[in-house]
Structure formats: structure tokens, C-alpha cells
């Protein structure tokens, strides 16, 4: 997706502008950074997207169905691992109009409407909010809510790092909790916890042996297995020499073999994941 750029166009100078300048210093001189424009009431909302498109949900106990992913430009995080770091600061500003016509538009039928039965529950008609960190964008909350008025099932997935007591209470919020291995451990929003129910998953992406106690004692310690729908595990993958991938060195990751080893000498209840959509297509792939 091509990055939007926002431009600012520079007034044209003025006689008096001219004057102004000859009497401050230099320092004086440097452009102020823009001011957002303040909000007007009169546009519709917006949000700002990276991209929209259809693919296989691939990391929580909906993966392997198929699902519309919207992902939000923008994250305040910059784990070592990250692999959408495109999304920091790609994308176009969307009406939330225009974004429902274009999740709605995956689910139209593609043969004559005569032949096709509507099927409201359909898991096709599932739809996840992403990023980058899609809760730095309060625009999210009336798309989520508008979504699921419109009978879809919604799937927030967000850094953990941000207050997820604002969501609709009909969507599942899938919450990294981030290890020391990311690098950004320090930014959890521990308050989250107590907000946490059994639609809800929470994910660890473990990095190594280290990683894995430190979310074993996270599990433990927060009883998480019994407050949530699933506590996910996974590994940073391991990368063939020469990929570049993932932000992981080539060659290292954590071995899922290792991570499921420690899983059942542990007995931990844990469901341990893969990133499907990563075996399904190009582990570097865009859209998918
Ligand atoms: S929170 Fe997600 S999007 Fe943000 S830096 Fe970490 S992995 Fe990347």
C-alpha cells in the first residue's frame, strides 16, 4: 500500500512576514512542527488504514477460518521481533463508512443472489481489527461497535500495552502480553488483567527459555488460564540463513519443538500456535 503523506503547504510570505524574519534569531526560524488540525464535528469519523483484505486468521483459536483483517497505521511499541513494522506509518486516511462497505464487500456473493443462502453466522463473516496498536485510535471503538451491530464477529488484536476496558463488550480482545524478549515488557498495561473475560485470549510470543518462565509466572500468578478463552504461546520463528524475516537474525528463533517440550513437562495450560498464515503463504508477504 502506498504511504499516505500528509502535507502541510507553507503560506506565502508576506511583506510583513519578511520583516518579522529579519528580527528574531535563527533559532526562531526553524518551522514549528504542524498542529493537528482539531477535529471537525461536521467531517465523518475516519481511521487511519494500512490496509483491508481477506485471508486466513492465523494465530488464536479462530485460526484457520477465514477472516477480514483491517489493520490501523501506527504503534507506540517497537518489539525486536516485529514483523508489520510497515504499519508504523503507512497508510490512508478511510471514513468508517468506507471501511465497512469494504469488509462488507468481501462477505457479497459472487453468483446470483438466487442462488446463495445468507448466512449471518457464518465464520466467514469474521473481522479483525490490527495493527500496528489499533487502540491509539479512538475511532476504533464506534467501527467495532458498528460491526457487531451489523451482526459480524470482531476480533481486536492489541499490544497489551494500551487500556482495553474501552472496547464494546462484544468483541474479542486477543492481548499480548509483551516478554522481556520483545523489548518491550515495561509498556504492559497491567490494569489490563482485571478487565480480561472468557471471550478474551491472551497471547505470549516467547523468544526463549527465559521468556517462558517469565510468562509461566505471569500464567500463575494471575490465574490467566481461568479468566480467558485461551492463553496462546508462541515461538519467534526460526528463520532460513539468508530470510529476512520476522526482524529475527536468520538462523535463530525459538525452536517450537523446545516451546512444546516445556509446555508438556510443565503441564501448562496453554494452547501453543503457530503463525498459519506464515506457512500458508510468503512469511514476508503483505495482504495475506
Ligand atoms: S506491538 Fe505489534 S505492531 Fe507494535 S512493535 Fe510490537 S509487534 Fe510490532
Redesign the pocket.
Known amino acids: 500500500m502506498t504511504a499516505a503523506v500528509e502535507q502541510h503547504a507553507a503560506p506565502t510570505p508576506t511583506p510583513r512576514d519578511a520583516a518579522t524574519k529579519r528580527s528574531v534569531s535563527p533559532k526562531r526560524l526553524v518551522p514549528p512542527k504542524p498542529l493537528a488540525s482539531p477535529p471537525n464535528p461536521k467531517s465523518p469519523p475516519t481511521l487511519r488504514v494500512n490496509e483491508i483484505f481477506l485471508s486466513i486468521q492465523g494465530e488464536s483459536t479462530h485460526a484457520g477460518l477465514p477472516c477480514t483483517f483491517v489493520r490501523l497505521t501506527g504503534?507506540?511499541?517497537?518489539?525486536h521481533?516485529?514483523?508489520?513494522?510497515y504499519?508504523?506509518h503507512e497508510g490512508d486516511r478511510i471514513t468508517l463508512d468506507d471501511i465497512i462497505a469494504r469488509v462488507k464487500g468481501f462477505y457479497l456473493p459472487k453468483e446470483p443472489p438466487r442462488l446463495v443462502s445468507p448466512a449471518p453466522q457464518s465464520p466467514t463473516r469474521l473481522v479483525e481489527i490490527t495493527?500496528?496498536?489499533p487502540l491509539l485510535q479512538p475511532n476504533v471503538h464506534p467501527l467495532m461497535t458498528r460491526l457487531c451491530d451489523l451482526g459480524f464477529t470482531v476480533l481486536i488484536e492489541t499490544?497489551g500495552?494500551c487500556d482495553i476496558g474501552t472496547c464494546d463488550p462484544r468483541v474479542h480482545r486477543i492481548m499480548?502480553l509483551?516478554t522481556p524478549g520483545?523489548g518491550?515488557s515495561h509498556r504492559n498495561h497491567w490494569p489490563n488483567i482485571e478487565e480480561l473475560n472468557e471471550r478474551d485470549e491472551v497471547k505470549f510470543?516467547l523468544t526463549s527459555r527465559g521468556d517462558y518462565e517469565w510468562a509461566r509466572a505471569v500464567i500463575e500468578k494471575h490465574s490467566l488460564a481461568a479468566r480467558v478463552a485461551a492463553v496462546l504461546m508462541s515461538a519467534v520463528q526460526e528463520t532460513p540463513a539468508g530470510a529476512d524475516v520476522a526482524g529475527v537474525p536468520p538462523g535463530r528463533g525459538l525452536p517450537l519443538r523446545d516451546l512444546a517440550h516445556w509446555i508438556l513437562d510443565d503441564h501448562l495450560p496453554v494452547r501453543l500456535q503457530t503463525q498459519l498464515h506464515k506457512l500458508i503463504w510468503d512469511p514476508a508477504a503483505r495482504g495475506v
Open positions: 504503534c507506540h511499541l517497537r518489539c521481533y516485529c514483523d508489520t513494522a504499519a508504523f495493527g500496528g496498536e499490544s500495552a499480548d509483551k520483545s518491550e510470543v
